[in-house]
């Protein structure tokens, strides 16, 4: 699904017409409002006299309710009520008294990008059609933070796509369009005050989860899933099973004979014997740390390159094997870490929202992991702004990453740039931070923990957005339903000591599906741990890593040293986190070349010398 939104204006209905889009639905004007490719069961369209109304995903509306709403509302704000009620991931746009509202889901699954043409702001749900109409140039300092690992940059700078003068809607915001054809964004939406319990939260969690599953589930549909292992995707399997879907699994089994991933996965599965399950081979061709995007896959990634790029042969392949059983949609657990498990800041946030009980807990972290208590404490009393650890994650980028041993409990994740960045890189992404700091949005929310699980699911949500671009055309979309909207807020609308209570693994989400899924494969307590699978990747894909920085682009930029990234692939470390800047660094390279229409803005950064080829690296 791809389509652009227009303000009721004259001058954006010529838009329209260089858009050569297969469908189109109409302001009350007669000017075109939506414009785009779409299958029919994608989107729901309402009137209510001359306002429209239009959603587009998968969602349950009752559309005698709707439209009585519609017909109330007295400004695009008050459309509020009708998207804070909605189950399911969608876009969502209204059309009223020449004003134009157009949101996407909260974390971003489905976004929206504008772009200025001719002096009127479009929106669209994706970069494309942008990028038709605007040809929009690179930006090098945003590629650049690309480089940051682990992770890719924070946010706010996480959203930005890396072209010039394409602007995404900011989380938690919808935007205006009006007659002029001029746009604001304004934010809507916030997370709950945090004041449920366990058993109030687990009920939330699991009514919202029934709504996101049933919206989701057609009659007779077959419908895929991850089935990791993990208590997250087997919670989704058991969801959508007892919601009725036809039901296919996947399960990649894992090197490591210490991963017990496969042990809980054949539990599950015995326990839901009308699904047909697939068990994978850990040594099947399609895996971690392959070049991320090749030829197949030319401009199949316009926002940028991906921290997810090198398991696209493996998404692929799973693709193709479930459209093969018919599905057309594939659920994944992308989402349950972050809602029911542990963020780093959520120490310092326990230590404030319960003192006693959540110093005891602190504790446990610190011994699990063998935190000094001196710097435990520090990290503890650390009082600083959104603003200011931003500034300080800005200072550090190019400095070693901190010792295993020592407690971030921050704002903000500290990813690092790899050495072999160059220092104009370093200093566009260092100028790239400070900016943010200075004009940025400010925190997701006011408490840390909340903010990072929030910037954490915009990530997964632009992931799952971004997998999809790449998948367009097979047939079959990745959903992830722990990231829809309704499911966030009765998560997170949950006392974070009662979804960390001591003592139990995810006890929010096991309490929530209690009853569905069976006691036994709710008891495990651990998660599986892949750094075998990522080595064996980079192994087998060493001499077509070491080939990309042969005449590298990254090095025409201005952005690495291709000699001092070649000595890494050969010799990266032992630890899998000596991974991580390479897998950015690949995802990086590899996306320029299968973009080979971005052309560089007009101030890149000097091109870097390698001294072994006699030419621009």
């Known amino acids: 699904m791809e389509f652009v939104v227009?303000?009721?204006?004259?001058?954006?209905?010529?838009?329209?017409?260089?858009?050569?889009?297969?469908?189109?639905?109409?302001?009350?004007?007669?000017?075109?409002?939506?414009v785009g490719d779409w299958r029919e069961s994608e989107i729901t369209t309402l009137?209510?006299?001359?306002?429209?109304?239009?959603?587009?995903?998968?969602?349950?509306?009752?559309?005698?309710?709707?439209?009585?709403?519609?017909?109330?509302?007295?400004?695009l704000h008050e459309a509020d009520a009708i998207a804070s009620r909605l189950p399911g991931v969608f876009h969502l746009a209204v059309s009223l008294d020449g004003k134009t509202r157009v949101q996407g889901s909260v974390v971003g699954t489905r976004q929206i990008f504008t772009a200025v043409l001719d002096g009127v702001t479009i929106a669209a749900s994706g970069l494309e059609p942008l990028l038709r109409l605007t040809g929009a140039d690179l930006d090098e300092s945003v590629l650049a933070a690309r480089l940051l690992a682990p992770g890719g940059p924070p946010w706010p700078l996480a959203q930005r796509p890396v072209r010039r003068g394409i602007t995404p809607l900011t989380t938690g915001h919808w935007l205006e369009l009006d007659r002029d054809g001029r746009a604001r964004q304004i934010r809507w939406w916030e997370l709950p005050e945090p004041t449920l319990g366990l058993a109030e939260g687990a009920a939330a969690v699991r009514s919202a989860l029934d709504d996101?599953?049933?919206?989701?589930?057609?009659?007779?549909?077959?419908?895929?899933a991850d089935l990791s292992g993990g208590l997250d995707s087997t919670s989704l399997c058991f969801l959508a099973h007892a919601a009725g879907a036809d039901l296919v699994t996947y399960h990649v089994m894992p090197i490591d004979s210490a991963n017990a991933d496969t042990v809980w996965a054949r539990r599950a599965a015995e326990s839901l014997p009308a699904a047909r399950h697939h068990m994978l081979s850990a040594d099947r061709a399609e895996n971690l740390?392959?070049?991320?995007?090749?030829?197949?896959?030319?401009?199949?990634?316009?926002?940028?390159?991906?921290?997810?790029?090198?398991?696209?042969?493996?998404?692929?392949?799973?693709?193709?094997?479930?459209?093969?059983?018919?599905?057309?949609l594939h659920l994944t657990g992308f989402g349950g870490d972050e809602l029911f498990g542990r963020m780093p800041a959520c120490?310092?946030?326990?230590?404030?929202?319960?003192?006693?009980?959540?110093?005891?807990?602190?504790n446990r972290y610190r011994l699990a992991n063998r935190w000094p208590w001196r710097s435990t404490l520090r990290a503890l009393l650390d009082r600083s702004t959104f603003t200011q650890n931003l500034g300080a994650v800005a200072a550090r980028i190019d400095t070693p990453p901190p010792p295993v041993d020592e407690p971030d409990f921050g704002w903000v994740f500290a990813p690092r740039?790899?050495?072999?960045?160059?220092p104009d890189a370093v200093a566009a992404v260092r100028d790239l931070l400070v900016e943010a700091a200075a004009q940025g949005p400010g925190p997701l929310d006011a408490d840390r923990a909340r903010h990072q699980a929030l910037a954490s699911l915009v990530f997964e949500g632009t992931t799952v957005r971004q997998v999809n671009t790449a998948l367009a055309g097979t047939g079959i979309t990745w959903d992830a339903p722990f990231l829809d909207d309704r499911v966030v807020e009765a998560a997170l609308a949950t006392r974070i000591d009662q979804r960390l209570l001591g003592g139990r693994f995810k006890p929010l989400l096991t309490t929530a599906v209690r009853g569905l899924?069976?006691?036994?494969?709710?008891?495990?307590?651990?998660?599986?741990?892949?750094?075998?699978?990522?080595?064996r990747g980079l192994a087998r894909n060493r001499a077509r890593i070491l080939e990309l920085s042969e005449d590298s682009r990254l090095a025409r930029l201005g952005l690495i040293d291709p000699v001092a990234f070649r000595a890494a692939v050969l010799n990266p470390g032992?630890?899998?986190?000596?991974?991580?800047?390479?897998?950015?660094?690949?995802?990086?390279?590899?996306?320029?070349?299968?973009?080979?229409?971005?052309?560089?803005?007009?101030?890149?950064?000097?091109?870097?010398?390698?001294?072994?080829?006699?030419e621009l690296g």
């Not at 209510?48 to 109330?72: F, K, M, Q, S, Y």
């Not at 926002?303 to 398991?311: I, K």
């Not at 740039?417 to 160059?422: M, Q």
């Open 212 to 224: 996101a599953i049933t919206a989701r589930v057609t009659t007779g549909g077959t419908l895929s």
């Open 6 to 34: 227009l303000p009721d204006s004259p001058d954006a209905a010529a838009v329209a017409g260089r858009l050569r889009a297969k469908r189109r639905v109409d302001h009350a004007s007669g000017r075109p409002w939506i």
């Open 517 to 535: 899924v069976p006691a036994d494969v709710l008891d495990r307590r651990d998660k599986g741990e892949f750094s075998a699978e990522a080595f």
């Open 347 to 362: 120490a310092w946030s326990l230590a404030r929202a319960t003192p006693v009980d959540g110093l005891r807990l602190v």
């Open 574 to 614: 032992p630890m899998s986190h000596h991974l991580m800047p390479i897998d950015t660094t690949v995802g990086c390279e590899s996306w320029l070349r299968t973009h080979p229409r971005t052309r560089p803005g007009t101030h890149p950064l000097p091109a870097t010398q390698d001294p072994h080829s006699g």
């Open 47 to 75: 009137h209510a006299g001359p306002r429209r109304l239009a959603v587009l995903g998968h969602t349950r509306l009752d559309e005698t309710t709707t439209v009585a709403a519609l017909g109330r509302l007295r400004s």
């Open 289 to 328: 740390f392959d070049v991320g995007y090749t030829a197949d896959l030319v401009g199949a990634a316009p926002e940028g390159p991906s921290t997810w790029a090198s398991g696209l042969a493996h998404i692929q392949d799973l693709a193709k094997r479930a459209t093969a059983e018919g599905a057309t």
């Open 417 to 422: 740039l790899p050495s072999w960045a160059t």
